[in-house]
C-alpha cells in the first residue's frame, strides 16, 4: 500500500509540475505572439489527438492525449508550412515578421519560465520563509584548513556563546554570521562537557542562502538521521565496494554525517584516501565498507545520493518583499546552470549518461518533495525545475527553442532563408534523435526504480 501511495503521489505531482512549467512556458510564446500579432492556430497542453478544448477567436485551445508537454502552433511556424512558398501573402503568418519578432517569441517561453521560478521562490520567502526551530547549535562538521578549524573548532562541538549571544539557537547563529561579514567574533563552544574559547574570523561575502555556513568550513547540523542511500552510480568507487540502494551509512572512518554536503568536504580533506563506511543494511550492520574516492572534475567523490532526510521542526520568519526578491535572485543564480554542469560532464566524460533522468526519474523527485512536510522542498524544486527548462529550450539544437533562434541568427547573417529542404531534414534528423534520447532516459529511469535496483547483487 505505501508503493501504491508513493506511486500515486509521485504521478500526481508531476502532472501538476509539469502543467504548470507547460502552460506558463507556452503563454509566453503565446502572449508575445499576440502582441506582434502573430495568428496562434492552438494552444494545446499535451500532444496527439485532441481530448476536448474550445475554440475563442483564431486559437484552438485544447488537452490532448499525451500529457507530456504542450505547444503553440503559429501560421507558417514549422519547414514546409510557410504560406508564402504557395505563393500565399499572409501578414499574421510567422514567417512573414521579421527575424527579430520571431526571436523574441522564441525567446518569450524560456524567459517565462525563470520568471515563474523567480515569483514561486519570492512568495515562498514573503509569505512562508521556514526556518529550522533547533534550539541548539551544533557543528556536524568543521573544515580543518577553513578559518573556523585554524580557531581550534570541531566537529560536535555546540556553541554556548557567539559574540555576546549566550547558548545562540540555530537561526541566531546564522543571523548573527550574517551580519558579522568580515569580522572576527568570540566564540565559545562546548565540546564533551569542556568549555573551549576561541575568536571565528567570519569571510567577507557570506551567504547565508539555506543556511549555508560552508565559506567559514563550518556545516551546521539540521538533521538527525544518518545518510541513506537513494542511488548509486553505476560504476562508482561506491558501487564497487559493494554500496546498495537502501543501505544506511551509519558513519565514514568512524564521524558521522547526517548530509552529503560535509562529507564531500571531508572526501577533499582527505586528498583521496581511502575511507571506511559503517554500513546498516536491513536492520543489520555489515563487514565496514573501504571505499576509495575518485578525483572527477577536480573533487573526489565516491559516487552514490542521498534520500532527503526528514525535516527538522520549524517555524515561519517570512522575509520583507526587498530581502525576498535578493534571497529569490539568489537562489536563481544558484540553480540555474545545473542541465549546462550536466551536460558538460557528459560530454568531458566525468559524469556517465546513465546518470541522467527522465520522466520517471523527475516524478520520483517530485512525489517526494510533495510528501515532505516542509514547503521549501516544494517550492525549491518547482523553481529548480522552471529554471533548467528554460535553459534546455535555449539550448542550440533543432526543436527547441534555441535551435529555431539560432537558424534566424544565422539567416540574418546570411541575409537569406536556408533553403527549406535542407531545415526540413535538420528537423527530421533532430526528431529521430530526440526519441532515441528520450527512450534512452526512460530506460535509465526504470532501471533506477527500487524494483530493479535491489535485485542488483
Not at 502543467?19 to 499535451?46: C, D, P, Q, Y
Not at 492525449?65 to 504560406?83: A, I, Q, R, S, W
Not at 509569505?127 to 529550522?132: D, G, K, L
Request: glycine share 8%; net charge negative.
Amino acid at each position: 500500500m505505501s508503493n501504491l501511495h508513493e506511486i500515486v503521489v509521485a504521478v500526481v505531482a508531476f502532472f501538476v509540475l509539469v502543467g504548470l512549467m507547460v502552460i506558463v512556458h507556452e503563454l509566453g510564446h503565446f502572449i508575445v505572439a499576440k502582441l506582434l500579432k502573430v495568428r496562434v492556430e492552438a494552444f494545446s497542453f499535451g500532444f496527439g489527438p485532441r481530448l476536448f478544448g474550445f475554440k475563442y477567436g483564431e486559437t484552438d485551445y485544447k488537452v490532448c492525449l499525451l500529457p507530456l508537454g504542450g505547444f503553440v502552433k503559429m501560421t507558417g511556424e514549422n519547414p514546409g508550412e510557410d504560406p508564402a512558398a504557395a505563393g500565399v501573402d499572409d501578414p499574421a503568418a510567422f514567417s512573414s515578421h521579421p527575424r527579430w519578432q520571431r526571436m523574441l517569441i522564441g525567446v518569450a517561453g524560456p524567459i517565462s519560465n525563470f520568471i515563474l521560478a523567480f515569483v514561486l521562490m519570492v512568495i515562498y520567502f514573503v509569505a512562508i520563509n521556514e526556518v529550522p526551530d533547533i534550539k541548539t547549535t551544533t557543528f556536524e562538521w568543521v573544515s580543518p584548513t577553513s578559518a573556523a578549524g585554524q580557531a581550534g573548532l570541531a566537529a560536535g562541538d555546540v556553541v554556548t556563546r557567539f559574540g555576546n549571544v549566550n547558548n545562540p539557537d540555530f537561526e541566531t547563529f546564522v543571523d548573527l554570521a550574517e551580519r558579522s561579514a568580515n569580522q572576527t567574533l568570540p566564540i565559545v563552544v562546548n565540546r564533551n562537557g569542556q568549555s573551549i574559547q576561541t575568536h571565528l574570523r567570519i569571510p567577507p561575502g557570506i551567504s547565508t542562502h539555506v543556511f549555508d555556513l560552508s565559506s567559514t568550513g563550518i556545516f551546521l547540523q539540521i538533521f538527525q538521521d544518518p545518510l541513506q542511500v537513494d542511488q548509486v552510480v553505476p560504476d562508482s568507487p561506491a558501487e564497487r565496494a559493494g554500496l546498495r540502494v537502501g543501505d544506511v551509512i551509519l558513519a565514514v572512518d568512524g564521524r558521522v554525517f547526517h548530509t552529503v554536503d560535509p562529507l564531500h568536504t571531508y572526501l577533499q580533506a582527505g586528498k583521496g584516501s581511502p575511507v571506511t563506511l559503517t554500513v546498516k543494511r536491513n536492520g543489520e550492520v555489515i563487514p565496514p565498507l573501504v571505499v576509495l574516492p575518485r578525483l572527477q572534475d577536480s573533487q573526489y567523490q565516491i559516487g552514490f545520493a542521498e534520500v532527503q532526510p526528514a525535516y527538522p521542526p520549524v517555524y515561519d520568519k517570512p522575509m520583507s518583499l526587498p530581502s525576498a526578491m535578493a534571497e529569490s535572485l539568489d537562489f536563481c543564480k544558484t540553480n540555474s546552470t545545473l542541465i549546462i554542469d550536466t551536460i558538460t560532464k557528459i560530454f568531458s566524460r566525468q559524469v556517465s549518461v546513465k546518470q541522467l533522468s527522465g520522466p520517471i526519474g523527475i516524478a520520483r523527485m517530485a512525489g517526494q518533495a510533495a510528501q515532505m512536510k516542509d514547503w521549501s522542498s516544494k517550492f525549491g524544486f518547482a523553481s529548480a525545475i522552471s529554471l533548467n527548462l528554460g535553459i534546455l529550450n535555449l539550448l542550440p539544437f533543432p526543436i527547441l527553442d534555441g535551435g529555431m533562434i539560432l537558424f534566424l541568427l544565422i539567416e540574418s547573417v546570411l541575409r537569406h532563408d536556408i533553403n527549406m529542404l535542407i531545415k526540413e531534414r535538420i528537423y527530421q534528423a533532430a526528431f529521430v534523435l530526440i526519441l532515441v534520447f528520450f527512450a534512452f532516459v526512460m530506460f535509465n529511469d526504470v532501471t533506477k526504480l527500487p524494483i530493479f535496483t535491489h535485485l542488483k547483487p
